[in-house]
């Protein structure tokens, strides 16, 4: 693409294609180079959780900020819905929870056709001091087999091959999303149909600030 753009530097509409290129060749790259190193901090242990506190509402809205427009141009429908939100101040690893919901979205709208929709719904419970955070993410699109969903948070997991093809992606990320539920001591489901959609729930405890003040413990690994 460098090529064609140096060949074609006197033609702008030209120029841009290649630069489109370019640009979303490059985020493809970089995607899967994070998602090959998270899964080699996974594998040897090495991958921090975080406790630090952070404000619920500004997790929603950079999630939504960056699926909202995704899911526009590609004509899907995208939503979210909140229920029993008491404690919007909590204390967790922000930016994993962030990777985790952002995973599953993004596989949402990869597998969900033009016209169908996407919906991330959120709840809250209190257990054990804290809370108890359900993330639901669900769609309406091409689902899963039976037997893949029983091998679906293996590393370099997908359907067949015919998948990476058409939709793209390595096969790492439910298997890195499963590794970052588990070491926040969460657990995750998923229901499928071929055919008719999948929902993903994940279930994560969380702590509250005591009296403003994030707990001493910092992060586990």
Known sequence: MTEIAKANVHNAESMLECLNKITKSSNLLLDLINEVLDMSK????????????????????????????????????????????????LVGDPLRINQI?????????????????????????????????RFTVSDTGIGLSEAFQRRLFNPFEQADSSISQKYG????????????????????????????????TVELPLALPLNGHVPKKEQVA
Do not use: W, Y
């Open 42 to 89: 996974i594998e040897s242990g090495k991958l921090a959780v975080h406790h630090e506190a952070f404000d619920l509402p500004k997790l929603i809205d950079s999630i939504v900020s960056i699926m909202h427009p995704q899911t526009e141009s590609q004509g899907q429908r995208f939503s979210v819905a909140l229920s029993g939100i008491e404690e919007e101040r």
């Open 101 to 133: 919901l952002l995973n599953l979205l993004s596989n949402a709208r990869k597998f969900t056709p033009e016209g169908g929709s996407i919906k991330l719904e959120i709840s809250q419970k209190r257990k054990n001091g804290g809370v108890l955070m």
């Open 169 to 200: 992606g390595t096969g790492l990320g439910l298997a890195i999303t499963h590794n970052l539920v588990t070491l926040m001591n969460g657990t995750i489901e998923v229901r499928s149909k071929e055919h008719e959609g999948t929902c993903f």
